[in-house]
């Protein structure tokens, strides 16, 4: 027996090639592209302009899965939350942002995350796994077409697109899930399926130096860097592969990265973390960190987790560490919280609910949960379930 290929697994030219062994031309292999991520079909025999004798060799040889909803969340302010089941316990979050005239879908890449940095909940789960193709791309097939679905917008490319930016900033570290990552990239940008342009989509990295340079060179999209910190002994502490790729290497990748970036500037996210990053001179030696690196900045307000110890930083100082930057000529944006009813922020549900089996230890963390943020955490136990 031959095994199901999963047709979200494949790229472009990996698409191409898979026809090519089933002695079906490139064009087949466009078509089929077209109909998978333009217009969400996963039935065959509904791809009514492919040859019969072509969606015969398809029954039984390939499907079109993305991995399964197991929670949809949709906030007050429009944020939408997908909870995805990438199994054996393990489970992915994408979240969709709408504002004026775009919308932006934030999607992970991996269930879990090695680098276990000391502010994310996503790093406190340690490392599961690293996501497939098609459970990367998948995140963005099913939510464009479930959005054009509630909309009744049709399908096909001269719907209306729901989805016209993307940022890998969702689980995990996509430069380390490099190939995986970079498939899912080149089909976001292929005119065939989603047809984003480069400087649409945004990979975020905490700073895998030699991936950096390999992206420059295999698809160069716009990138965000997670600073986090001015100084080694801070970030050190703070993002632990620090250690392996130190800050003046990590701003040497930046500048070579902007010789083949769609954008002239790298977005340095910077977390705010109440007394630990977010002083003045913090500030200041910040400015002097990035002297050769055109950037902008943006300042994200830390979203607390129960073990972390850390806090948010007060307004007010997250606005004086902002202007200190702008005084310096550097464009700064404080990230607006959205979706905070349905904890759309980084990583938070989907640790909790990453074994599904330990009920009890996950009844008790609910309960701390609920004493501390006074918040309704009880959907977890119902998604769980
Ligand atoms: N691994 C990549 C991309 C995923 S994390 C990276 O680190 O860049 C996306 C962004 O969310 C990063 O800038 C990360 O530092 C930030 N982040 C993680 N946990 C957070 C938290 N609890 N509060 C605010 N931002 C957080
Ligand atoms: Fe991993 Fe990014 Fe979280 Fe750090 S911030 S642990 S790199 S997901």
């Given at each position: 027996m031959t095994a199901i290929t999963n047709l979200l697994d494949l790229e472009p030219s990996a698409l191409t090639q898979w026809c090519n062994e089933l002695g079906e031309k490139p064009f087949r292999a466009r078509q089929l592209q077209r109909w998978i991520h333009q217009f969400g079909e996963s039935e065959f025999d509904l791809m009514t302009d492919l040859a019969k004798s072509l969606r015969e060799k398809l029954h039984g040889r390939a499907c079109v899965s993305a991995p399964p909803i197991m929670a949809d969340h949709l906030s007050t302010d429009g944020t939408r939350k997908w909870l995805f089941d990438v199994g054996v316990g393990d489970a992915v979050e994408t979240v969709f942002i709408p504002e004026d005239g775009r919308g932006t879908l934030c999607v992970s890449t991996?269930?879990?995350?090695?680098?276990?940095?000391?502010?994310?909940s996503t790093g406190k789960q340690g490392f599961s796994r690293n996501l497939a193709v098609g459970e990367i791309i998948g995140q963005l097939w099913t939510a464009e077409f479930m959005l054009r679905r509630s909309q009744s917008i049709p399908a096909g490319p001269k719907g209306e697109r729901q989805i016209t930016n993307v940022v890998m900033m969702g689980m995990g570290e996509p430069l380390l899930n490099y190939g995986p990552t970079v498939s899912a990239l080149r089909l976001m940008l292929d005119d065939h399926s989603y047809g984003l342009s480069r400087r649409r989509v945004t990979l975020s990295t905490s700073g895998v130096v030699p991936m950096m340079d390999k992206l420059s060179q295999d698809c160069p999209v716009a990138l965000a860097v997670s600073l986090h910190a001015p100084n080694d002994a801070l970030r050190d502490d703070l993002v632990p592969l620090n250690k392996k790729y130190p800050l003046a290497e990590l701003m040497r990748a930046c500048q070579r990265y902007l010789e083949f970036a769609p954008r002239d500037f790298i977005t340095f996210e910077y977390c705010m973390l109440d007394g630990v990053n977010d002083s003045v001179s913090h500030a200041r030696e910040l400015i002097a960190l990035v002297r050769d690196v055109p950037c902008k900045f943006n300042l994200i307000p830390f979203n607390p987790f129960p073990e972390s110890g850390l806090k948010r930083s007060a307004n007010p100082r997250i606005k004086a560490f902002a202007q200190v930057l702008m005084n310096a000529g550097i464009v700064t944006t404080i990230r607006k919280t959205r979706g905070d009813d349905i904890d759309a922020a980084c990583g938070q549900l989907a640790g909790e609910i990453q074994d599904r089996t330990r009920v009890q230890e996950r009844t008790q963390k609910l309960a701390e949960y609920q004493k501390k943020y006074g918040k309704d955490f009880g959907r977890i136990v119902e998604i769980g379930g």
């Open positions: 991996q269930a879990g995350c090695a680098v276990n940095c000391r502010f994310c």
